[in-house]
């Protein structure tokens, strides 16, 4: 059975970091991509950035560039994102996710549980 359990969030200030984790457990993640998503209130889920497991290449949403990192530790199984100069517009519940040889949307089979961050202003 598949699970990813994300850690890390909370509230923090304006220009904070916060990194998040994702645990991954349950079968082999080589050929799959791992995710990273948020929703915010009354907002539609959107994502954030992804990493191959495999090679690591990694994709940004444009709003996050350059201010958030995505990594992997294979030894660890877990996924983590680093988030830098946080903004009040970066609050939403993050949501870890696994798609299999796909970074598309539809391809997102196995969802994590989701963890609130909240930034103040």
């Known amino acids: 059975q598949v699970q990813l359990v994300e850690s890390g969030g909370g509230l923090v200030q304006d220009g904070d970091s916060l990194r998040l984790s994702c645990a991954a457990s349950?079968?082999?993640?080589?050929?799959?991509?791992m995710g990273w998503f948020r929703q915010a209130p009354g907002k539609e889920r959107e994502f954030v950035a992804a990493i191959s497991w495999s090679a690591g290449n990694t994709y940004y949403a444009d709003s996050v560039k350059g201010h958030f990192t995505i990594s992997r530790d294979n030894a660890k199984n877990t996924v983590y994102l680093q988030m830098n100069d946080l903004k009040p517009e970066d609050t939403a519940v993050y949501f870890c996710?696994?798609?299999?040889?796909?970074?598309?949307?539809?391809?997102?089979?196995?969802w994590g549980q989701g963890t609130q961050v909240t930034v103040s202003s």
């Open positions: 996710a696994a798609a299999l040889g796909s970074t598309s949307l539809s391809a997102y089979k196995y």
């Open positions: 349950g079968r082999t993640f080589r050929n799959y991509f």
